[in-house]
């Protein structure tokens, strides 16, 4: 069953074409890495799939919503689609415990003590349940993310998306941060994750879409992918970035 | 010169001063302060709303009034509005507002659109992800401005503001021209009565002095504590 479908999405700045034509979809419990150089729209992308960044043109369903549709709850659809961004955006001025309550209490109305609990809960499934009362200010980056991925999960989503959660962060902090990401792949959450790590793309993936200018151009198995990637284009990305 | 300054007036009008002047000027800088942070943070939202039509009539009002000279919306509002009002009520006589009320409603007026360009700034400064991941977790315009957006922006903003409400606590003084009983009206008068100019002139001078003083050193030490915080 396909949890997100994207249908030929096109987006432009001005001029600029930043999304030309896409389709793709994810299925429940499935992974799909979505790589390609900078500046081919695979961050647009991801952020459509939750009404971030509107489309001029296509359709992108999750489990049955159409998101581009004008009568479309954004907000309540948003709630059930996790995000992790590459900044982490944790609410500064929030601790940690806050930072985690916040949404389930205004958006999903669980009561204070519910949402304290399940915050723990997720807190201390990412490692993190003895910095409950810091401030997002007083944590490493790697912690931080975590922290941000737990505070996604505590909405109790159907699907997660990430946009480069390891792109900001300094290379010792990246394992603890994926580490994460494998054991949720692993439960068999739904992802889709825009990521220069080809590492976790081998280790967990399902497909690997490879982006470039707006395009899809590739869109396969992750095996496929990494053993004979079609395109020439992707050929030379996977040369450039697993040589080092 | 110092050898006439007569010190004993000062300390006969001192419960006088403080009691009936520093108290009205505290009560009004006190309530034009809110009620200026309410509605300038209202116009400040309205400024940076997507809708065109609230943000023009944001961006005109603050225009308008931060051209005009305090002083002149002081009188403007004083002495044209019991007669604004009494056109609009169909009252037969002009109706009176309270010297009080009416210094607080200007200086509301007034402030506010310092105030909300204080707020505008805050909340353009914050980074655009902060109003992203607002909702991405599935939160309305109205929670991520309620919940994420302004709280952060009032922190960072508060040294600004309160350094924006020491001036206004000096420019209360201006109420002195509707013959309010202010600190500086309460010093005026005994000036007057005394004939103890510079006695009054001189003390009203020194208490400003002090309060602005204290109250700015106390801001800068609380923006050393903001920026850590951050």
Same mark, same amino acid.
């Given at each position: 069953?396909?949890?997100?479908?994207?249908?030929?999405?096109?987006?432009?700045?001005?001029?600029?074409?930043?999304?030309?034509?896409? *389709?793709?979809?994810?299925?429940?419990?499935?992974?799909?890495?979505?790589?390609?150089?900078?500046? *081919?729209?695979?961050?647009?992308?991801?952020?459509?799939?939750?009404?971030?960044?509107?489309?001029?043109?296509?359709?992108?369903?999750?489990?049955?919503?159409?998101?581009?549709?004008?009568?479309?709850?954004?907000? $309540?659809?948003?709630?059930?689609?996790?995000?992790?961004?590459?900044?982490?955006?944790?609410?500064?001025?929030?601790?940690?415990?806050?930072? $985690?309550?916040?949404?389930?209490?205004?958006?999903?109305?669980?009561?204070?003590?519910?949402?304290?609990?399940?915050?723990?809960?997720?807190?201390?499934?990412?490692?993190?349940?003895?910095? +409950?009362?810091?401030?997002?200010?007083?944590?490493?980056?790697?912690?931080?993310?975590?922290?941000?991925?737990?505070? +996604?999960?505590?909405?109790?989503?159907?699907?997660?998306?990430?946009?480069?959660?390891?792109?900001?962060?300094?290379?010792?902090?990246?394992?603890?941060?994926?580490?994460?990401?494998?054991?949720?792949?692993?439960?068999?959450?739904?992802?889709?994750?825009?990521?220069?790590?080809?590492?976790? +793309?081998?280790?967990?993936?399902?497909?690997?879409?490879?982006?470039?200018?707006?395009?899809?151009?590739?869109?396969?198995?992750?095996?496929?992918?990494?053993?004979?990637?079609?395109?020439?284009?992707?050929?030379?990305? $996977?040369?450039?970035?697993?040589?080092? | 010169?110092?050898?006439?300054?007569?010190?004993?007036?000062?300390?006969?009008?001192?419960?006088?001063?403080?009691?009936?002047?520093?108290?009205?000027?505290?009560?009004?800088?006190?309530?034009?302060?809110?009620?200026?942070?309410?509605?300038?943070?209202?116009?400040?939202?309205?400024?940076?709303?997507?809708? %065109?039509?609230?943000?023009?009539?944001?961006?005109?009002?603050?225009?308008?009034?931060?051209?005009?000279?305090?002083?002149?919306?002081?009188?403007?509002?004083?002495?044209?509005?019991?007669?604004?009002?009494?056109?609009?009520?169909?009252?037969?006589?002009?109706?009176?507002?309270?010297?009080?009320?009416?210094?607080?409603?200007?200086?509301?007026?007034?402030?506010?659109?310092?105030?909300?360009?204080?707020?505008?700034?805050?909340?353009?400064?914050?980074? %655009?992800?902060?109003?992203?991941?607002?909702?991405?977790?599935?939160?309305?315009?109205?929670?991520?401005?309620?919940?994420?957006?302004?709280?952060?922006?009032?922190?960072?903003?508060?040294?600004?503001?309160?350094?924006?409400?020491?001036?206004?606590?000096?420019?209360?003084?201006?109420?002195?021209?509707?013959?309010?009983?202010?600190?500086?009206?309460?010093?005026?008068?005994?000036?007057? %009565?005394?004939? %103890?100019?510079?006695?009054?002139?001189?003390?009203?001078?020194?208490?400003?002095?002090?309060?602005?003083?204290?109250?700015?050193?106390?801001?800068?030490?609380?923006?050393?504590?903001?920026?850590?915080?951050?």
């Amino acid at each position: 069953m396909s949890m997100i479908t994207l249908r030929d999405i096109s987006k432009t700045y001005g001029d600029f074409q930043v999304l030309s034509h896409c *389709s793709t979809w994810v299925s429940k419990g499935e992974v799909v890495v979505v790589c390609g150089p900078s500046g *081919s729209g695979k961050s647009t992308l991801i952020k459509t799939i939750n009404g971030l960044e509107p489309i001029d043109s296509g359709d992108i369903i999750v489990d049955g919503t159409t998101v581009s549709a004008p009568t479309t709850n954004l907000p $309540l659809l948003r709630s059930r689609v996790g995000m992790v961004f590459q900044h982490f955006e944790l609410f500064p001025h929030l601790n940690i415990r806050e930072n $985690l309550a916040l949404a389930q209490v205004k958006v999903l109305k669980r009561s204070k003590d519910a949402a304290m609990e399940k915050g723990m809960a997720l807190l201390d499934r990412v490692g993190l349940a003895a910095h +409950a009362e810091k401030f997002p200010g007083q944590l490493s980056g790697g912690q931080q993310q975590r922290v941000a991925i737990a505070r +996604a999960l505590a909405m109790d989503p159907i699907a997660m998306l990430f946009d480069e959660p390891t792109s900001a962060l300094d290379p010792e902090m990246i394992n603890e941060v994926l580490d994460v990401m494998v054991e949720l792949a692993r439960d068999g959450m739904t992802m889709m994750v825009v990521t220069h790590e080809m590492g976790f +793309a081998r280790k967990v993936a399902n497909r690997v879409i490879f982006m470039d200018r707006g395009e899809i151009v590739e869109d396969a198995d992750k095996d496929d992918f990494f053993g004979k990637p079609r395109s020439e284009r992707a050929q030379q990305f $996977l040369s450039k970035i697993l040589v080092h | 010169m110092l050898s006439g300054f007569d010190f004993q007036t000062i300390v006969h009008a001192l419960p006088y001063l403080f009691l009936t002047g520093m108290s009205f000027t505290l009560t009004l800088t006190l309530c034009a302060t809110i009620g200026g942070m309410i509605f300038g943070t209202l116009l400040a939202v309205m400024r940076l709303s997507d809708n %065109r039509i609230l943000s023009v009539i944001a961006g005109g009002y603050v225009n308008l009034l931060r051209s005009l000279p305090l002083v002149l919306v002081i009188f403007w509002f004083y002495f044209l509005v019991p007669f604004l009002a009494q056109w609009l009520t169909g009252s037969s006589s002009p109706v009176r507002i309270d010297p009080f009320w009416s210094s607080v409603i200007t200086f509301t007026l007034f402030e506010a659109c310092y105030f909300c360009e204080i707020v505008r700034s805050g909340i353009q400064s914050l980074p %655009r992800g902060q109003t992203l991941a607002a909702s991405a977790l599935g939160m309305t315009d109205r929670q991520a401005l309620f919940y994420v957006i302004l709280p952060q922006a009032l922190r960072n903003m508060l040294p600004l503001i309160l350094t924006q409400t020491i001036i206004l606590f000096q420019d209360t003084s201006l109420v002195y021209v509707l013959s309010i009983t202010d600190f500086l009206g309460a010093a005026a008068k005994i000036a007057q %009565r005394d004939g %103890r100019l510079l006695e009054m002139y001189v003390f009203a001078a020194v208490v400003y002095f002090i309060i602005s003083l204290i109250a700015s050193q106390a801001v800068r030490r609380l923006q050393k504590r903001v920026a850590i915080i951050r």
